[in-house]
C-alpha cells in the first residue's frame, strides 16, 4: 500500500445548513463507519461541500466520478449503498431523484432539469469543493483573478472591467457595482474601507448564506478585488449573528488566506496590503440597510442616516466606504477571468449575468437556483423548480421579500430582471421567491409580511413606524371579519404615504406586498369584506364550515383526521360538522381533496 | 502554511487538479472493473487493487478507476474495460494480477490494445 491512498471514487456529501437539518452529519457518520467496517476507507473518500442548491431532497449524496445523484438517504440507507454501489458497482435505484415530469427515475445530476437548467457563475463550485479547503478553491481558479488584477492590472482598469460587465448590485437596489467603486476611487481620503453585506434578512431567502458557507473564499477573493480597485486596506464582512456555520466557515477562509499570503501584507508579492475582519450583527433586518449596517460596525445602533453625503465619500467612521452584497463579490473572479465582455453577453440589456432565487413555498424543488438574467418566472418555478405539489394550482409568487409584490396566475412569462419586475410591481431584491397555491389567502400573506416590517421598523420616522402599525391592524380587522367599505382605500392611500415618505429603502417598500396584492387580488380583499368569506379557505373567522353535499364524495377524510370529533360521517353519507364541537383548526380542510368544505 | 507566490497558485492549482479530476469528468482513460457477485467471487477484488496501487504508485492523475456490475458473461470473469480518450472501449476477460499490470502498463498506459486478453472492442449495450 502507498502512503497517500488513490481514491477511486468521492462521495460528495452536502454540509449546507438545510442538508445537515436534515441529518447529513448522521449519514456522514454511518458512511465512515461503514467504509471501515469493509476496509474501504482508502478507496473512498467523503467530501462536505457547501449547500448544493436542492434542499427540499437532503441529505444528498453525489457519486463521482458517475456523477450519480442521490437524495433523501438516510443512515439506514447506507449499508445498501456501500454494498450495492461502492462495492458491486450497482446504482441503488430507489435513492435516485424521481423527476415529475420524467417518468422513472434519473440518475445523472446532469439529466435533472433543477440542475440542468441552470447557469453556474456565482455557484460554480458549489458541491464540487470542500468549503474548508483552500486548495481546492484554488484548483477552480481561485485567486487567480486577484493575482491577474495585482500583476496585469491597473486599479482603473479593474473599474473598466466591472463597468463593461454590467455587474449590477445583487442586494436588491441594483446600482451599477462598477460606477460605485469608481466614485469611491475618486475621494483621496484614506484610510478606506470595503464592505460586504452578508445580512440576509428577507424571511425565505439563503442565497447569501449559501455562498458564504459553501464557497467562502469567492466572497474573500472579491472583496480583495474591490479593495484593490478603490484603494482600501480593510475590509469588513457583516454576517447576521443567526448564520454560525458561515462565519465559521468564514473565519477558516481568511486563516488559510492569511497563510498563504492572499490577505494580509504585500499580498502576492505585489505590494497590495489587505485584511478582512468578520463583523457579526445581531439580526436586525434594518442592519441590511447600508448606513445602519455600518453605524452597527461602529458599535453603535443601527439606525439609518440622510444621504447625502453617500457612504462613497464618508462611510464607515466617516471614511470613504464601498458596499457590495455577497453575491456581487462573489461575480467578480469570473468576471476578471474571462473579461467584463463575456459577462455583459450573458442576461438582459439591462441586467447582465446570472441571477441566485432561493425557491421556496408551494413548488416541489424548494431550493437554490442560478438561472441567466431575463429567464421567465414561468421557466424558474415550473421547469426548474418542477411546478407545485399536490396538483395544486398555481397563484402568485411574492419576489423580493417584505419589499417586494407579488405576480399573480397569468404574468409567469415576466422575464426576470431589474426593470421588468419592477414593471409588475414587484423588485428584484436579494432573490427570495416564494411560491404561493390556490390555498394561500393574498390578504393573510400581505399581513403576514407586514407584521414583518412592524417588527422589523427601527422606529426612527414615523410614517414606517406609525404608518405600518396600522395598516397591520386595519388587514387584522379584515382577517377577523370586521372589515368594512372604504378600508381597501385606506390601505391604498396609507400605504402610498408610507412608501413615499419613509426615510430609507425598507420603508420606501414596505407597503409593496399591500399595495400589490390590492392590486392583483382586490377581489379576495372584497370577498373579505363584503362577504366575510376569505375564498382561500385560511381566515378561520371567515370560514362557514359547512360540507358541500354537490362536492362531498363521501370518503371519510375529514371525519378520521378531525381532532375534536366534530365531523358526523358514515360510509356512503355526506359529512356534517357539529359546529358546537368544532375549533376551527382547518384540519378537515386541509385534508379534503376535493374542496368541498366551504 | 508558507505565504505564495503567483507561481505557487499555479503550482497548488494543478496538483489539486489531479486530486478533483473525479469530479471534473476530464481524464484521458477510464478502467472499469465488473464486480458484481460473479466478479468478486473471480478475483476482482484483487485486479482492482492491482489498479490502484499501480495508480497511486505512479502518481497518475489522469485515469480514474470504477466498477460496474455484472457485465453478463459470468463465465469470464473477472472482466475489465478500458477506455482511452478517443477510442472504443475494449473488454477484456479472465484478468487475474499479472494481466492486469500488463494491461495496465500496454493499453492505459501506452495505448496499445492487449490483444490476447481482450475479448471484443465495444461495450455490453452496443457494438462498435
Request: proline share 4%.
Amino acid at each position: 500500500m502507498c502512503a497517500s491512498p488513490y481514491y477511486r471514487l468521492q462521495l460528495m456529501m452536502c454540509a449546507g445548513t438545510g442538508c445537515i437539518a436534515s441529518g447529513s452529519l448522521d449519514v456522514k457518520a454511518a458512511l465512515e463507519r461503514e467504509l471501515a467496517k469493509r476496509n474501504l476507507q482508502n478507496e473512498v473518500q467523503i467530501i462536505m461541500t457547501g449547500c448544493n442548491g436542492f434542499c427540499a431532497m437532503g441529505p444528498l449524496v453525489v457519486v463521482y466520478p458517475d456523477g450519480i445523484f442521490y437524495n433523501q438517504v438516510k443512515p439506514e440507507h447506507v449499508p445498501l449503498i456501500v454494498e450495492e454501489h461502492i462495492l458491486k458497482g450497482r446504482v441503488v435505484e430507489k435513492l435516485l431523484f424521481k423527476d415529475e415530469t420524467v417518468k422513472g427515475r434519473v440518475p445523472l445530476m446532469k439529466d435533472i432539469g433543477f440542475f440542468g437548467l441552470q447557469r453556474l457563475i456565482v455557484l460554480r463550485n458549489r458541491g464540487l469543493i470542500d468549503a474548508e479547503n483552500i486548495d481546492e478553491y484554488i484548483a477552480r481558479d481561485g485567486y487567480a483573478a486577484l493575482a491577474r488584477a495585482l500583476t496585469e492590472m491597473t486599479p482603473e482598469q479593474v473599474i473598466e472591467e466591472v463597468k463593461k460587465s454590467g455587474l449590477r448590485g445583487r442586494g436588491g437596489g441594483g446600482f451599477p457595482t462598477g460606477l460605485k467603486w469608481e466614485e469611491c476611487r475618486r475621494y483621496n481620503n484614506f484610510p478606506k474601507y470595503t464592505i460586504c453585506n452578508g445580512d440576509e434578512g428577507d424571511p425565505g431567502a439563503f442565497m447569501d448564506r449559501s455562498v458564504m458557507e459553501g464557497d467562502p473564499h469567492s466572497v474573500l477573493e472579491g472583496m480583495a478585488i474591490s479593495g484593490y480597485a478603490i484603494g482600501a486596506e480593510q475590509g469588513y464582512l457583516y454576517v447576521r449573528a443567526e448564520y454560525p456555520l458561515a462565519i465559521q466557515r468564514l473565519q477558516k477562509a481568511i486563516e488559510d488566506a492569511r497563510s498563504y499570503g492572499l490577505l494580509g501584507k504585500d499580498i502576492l508579492g505585489k505590494g497590495f496590503n489587505f485584511d478582512i475582519g468578520i463583523a457579526p450583527g445581531a439580526g436586525a433586518f434594518v442592519c441590511g440597510e447600508s448606513t445602519a449596517l455600518m453605524y452597527s460596525i461602529e458599535g453603535k445602533r443601527g439606525m439609518p442616516r440622510i444621504k447625502p453625503p453617500r457612504s462613497a465619500e464618508a462611510g464607515l467612521w466617516n471614511q470613504p466606504t464601498n458596499l457590495n452584497n455577497v453575491e456581487t463579490f462573489a461575480n467578480l473572479n469570473p468576471i476578471i477571468l474571462n473579461g467584463g465582455d463575456w459577462f455583459a453577453s450573458i442576461g438582459t440589456e439591462n441586467s447582465k449575468g446570472t441571477k441566485v432565487f432561493a425557491l421556496t413555498g408551494a413548488v416541489i424543488n424548494v431550493g437554490l437556483v442560478e438561472v441567466p438574467m431575463g429567464t421567465t418566472l414561468k421557466k424558474l418555478i415550473f421547469d426548474i423548480g418542477g411546478g407545485i405539489p399536490k396538483k395544486r394550482k398555481f397563484k402568485a409568487a411574492q419576489i423580493g421579500g417584505p419589499s417586494g409584490g407579488c405576480i399573480p396566475l397569468g404574468m409567469e412569462d415576466v422575464e426576470i430582471d431589474y426593470e421588468s419586475l419592477q414593471g409588475v410591481g414587484a423588485m428584484m431584491g436579494s432573490g427570495g421567491v416564494v411560491v404561493m397555491d390556490e390555498m394561500t389567502c393574498m390578504v393573510d400573506t400581505a399581513r403576514f409580511f407586514t407584521n414583518f416590517s412592524v417588527d422589523e421598523s427601527c422606529g426612527k420616522c414615523t410614517p414606517c413606524r406609525e404608518g405600518l402599525k396600522v395598516m397591520f391592524d386595519k388587514l387584522t380587522d379584515i382577517v377577523d371579519g370586521r372589515g368594512q367599505e372604504g378600508d381597501v382605500e385606506f390601505l391604498i392611500e396609507l400605504g402610498n404615504h408610507i412608501n413615499n415618505t419613509s426615510h430609507c429603502g425598507l420603508g420606501k417598500s414596505a407597503a409593496n406586498p399591500v399595495l400589490s396584492t390590492i392590486r392583483y387580488f382586490r377581489n379576495e380583499y372584497d370577498a373579505h369584506i363584503r362577504d366575510k368569506h376569505c375564498p382561500a379557505l385560511v381566515c378561520q373567522d371567515l370560514i362557514d364550515f359547512v360540507v358541500l353535499e354537490e362536492k362531498c364524495k363521501m370518503c371519510g377524510l375529514c371525519f378520521k383526521n378531525c381532532p375534536s370529533d366534530a365531523i358526523v360521517w358514515e360510509k356512503k353519507k355526506v359529512a356534517w360538522i357539529d359546529r358546537s364541537k368544532c375549533t376551527k383548526c382547518r384540519t378537515c380542510i386541509t385534508n379534503c381533496k376535493f374542496r368541498a368544505i366551504h | 502554511m508558507p505565504r505564495i507566490s503567483i507561481e505557487d497558485l499555479k503550482r497548488i492549482k494543478e496538483e489539486q487538479t489531479g486530486k478533483m479530476v473525479l469530479r471534473g469528468g476530464q481524464f484521458r482513460a477510464k478502467v472499469t472493473v465488473h464486480m458484481g457477485t460473479c466478479g468478486i467471487a473471480a478475483g476482482a477484488r484483487e485486479v482492482m487493487n492491482v489498479f490502484r496501487e499501480t495508480i497511486a504508485e505512479k502518481e497518475i492523475q489522469d485515469v480514474i478507476l470504477t466498477n460496474s456490475g455484472c457485465a453478463g458473461l459470468c463465465a469470464k470473469e473477472p472482466m475489465i474495460t478500458v477506455e482511452v480518450i478517443n477510442s472504443a472501449p475494449v473488454k477484456y476477460i479472465l484478468v487475474d494480477k499479472e494481466k492486469a499490470r500488463k494491461i495496465f502498463e500496454e493499453h492505459v498506459l501506452g495505448g496499445k490494445v492487449v490483444e490476447d486478453y481482450a475479448l471484443a472492442i465495444g461495450s455490453e449495450t452496443m457494438a462498435v
